[in-house]
């Protein structure tokens, strides 16, 4: 959930693969991140760990937070600008 702007985002984990459904929540959720869009932003952008926005407030996760923390320290991590195509 991006607080600041009120939109819901369900993230599924199914056969390896991430499914997010912009304005559907999960019916059954394992978790849930609540956090404004700007930190969201940082995270991806910095490759900060989810546990430092949890653990100085910026974010906060209600339910298995250990699935939810484990599985963001799992994704790939990629540099930006990285190049896609090189001679």
């Known amino acids: 959930e991006v607080t600041d702007t009120?939109?819901?985002?369900g993230v599924e984990?199914?056969?390896g693969t991430l499914h997010a459904k912009v304005g559907r929540a999960v019916t059954e959720p394992v978790a849930t991140v609540r956090s404004p869009r700007r930190t969201l932003d940082e995270l991806i952008a910095t490759g900060?760990?989810?546990r430092n926005a949890v653990d100085d407030g910026r974010a906060t996760v209600d339910g298995d937070r250990a699935v939810?923390?484990?599985?963001?320290?799992r994704m790939d991590h990629f540099p930006m600008f990285f190049?896609?195509?090189e001679p």
């Open 68 to 73: 939810i923390l484990g599985l963001w320290d």
């Open 6 to 9: 009120g939109e819901t985002v």
């Open 83 to 85: 190049r896609i195509i």
């Open 13 to 15: 984990l199914s056969n």
């Open 48 to 50: 900060d760990p989810l």
